[in-house]
């Protein structure tokens, strides 16, 4: 089975500091994917790389940045927190045979700023 | 995109097939139909998808129907573990940004 994981499940940080979320994938998957997820928004594409060092913004990049150094690791990083972007963080990973829309989600961290 | 109708809630006895239906009247000749579910505070969890043929994985069945206007997801023996909501998107097989999820369908499984 596919395995996708998050550094954390639950995560409070400060308005302005720098918060980075962690995630791991263990099926060699090429392409990795971070979405936020708010109650009536669905699920928006923030960043995501179709493999190493390799990162396309995708519909909401705006304080946002990733890192992609090993390809088992995608790596979300709030630049400076703000409360608009408390929300249900989540990792995906898809191998590049398959179907676009079939990834395989993290259990999610639910980021919550103040 | 097609737009896609669930029912709100369903409920299912614990062992019994659960058969969740899904109608996208609108949808074209090259999307294809997704289905995903969701356990509470969970991430969502990929189920299977189709284009016109009805599929079968480890988790469950996809019926779509000739006409390609509603598609039936199939829980063979569904157990507790399977209470989520569930949603059925349509969406074309390249690649694309935003996963919309509609309200989706709440089933209830119970013992």
């Known amino acids: 089975d596919v395995k996708v994981t998050q550094s954390s499940r639950y995560l409070v940080k400060r308005t302005g500091e720098k918060v980075f979320l962690e995630c791991v994938q263990d099926m060699d998957h090429e392409n990795m994917f971070w979405y936020r997820q708010d109650p009536g928004l669905g699920l928006r594409l923030i960043y995501f790389s179709y493999d190493v060092k390799m990162k396309e913004k995708g519909d909401i990049p705006e304080g946002y940045s990733v890192s992609r150094e090993k390809k088992e690791r995608f790596s979300l990083i709030l630049e400076s927190a703000s409360t608009n972007q408390t929300s249900m963080y989540l990792c995906?990973?898809?191998?590049?045979?398959?179907?676009?829309?079939?990834?395989?989600f993290g259990p999610g961290t639910r980021l919550t700023v103040t | 995109d097609a737009k896609t109708t669930q029912p709100p809630s369903m409920d299912c006895a614990e062992g019994r097939a659960a058969n969740l239906p899904c109608n996208h009247s609108?949808?074209?000749?090259?999307?294809?139909v997704y289905w995903y579910r969701q356990i509470h505070s969970q991430g969502p969890q990929y189920i299977i998808h189709?284009?016109?043929n009805n599929e079968t994985n480890e988790m469950a069945s996809l019926i779509i129907t000739e006409d390609r206007k509603s598609s039936t997801l199939i829980l063979p023996h569904a157990t507790l573990r399977d209470t989520a909501v569930y949603y059925c998107?349509?969406?074309?097989?390249?690649?694309?940004?935003?996963?919309?999820f509609g309200k989706g369908t709440t089933l209830s499984v119970s013992s």
């Open positions: 609108t949808i074209s000749g090259n999307e294809y």
């Open positions: 998107i349509v969406r074309k097989a390249q690649a694309g940004t935003a996963l919309i």
């Open positions: 995906a990973s898809r191998a590049p045979d398959r179907g676009y829309y079939e990834q395989y």
């Open positions: 189709g284009l016109k």
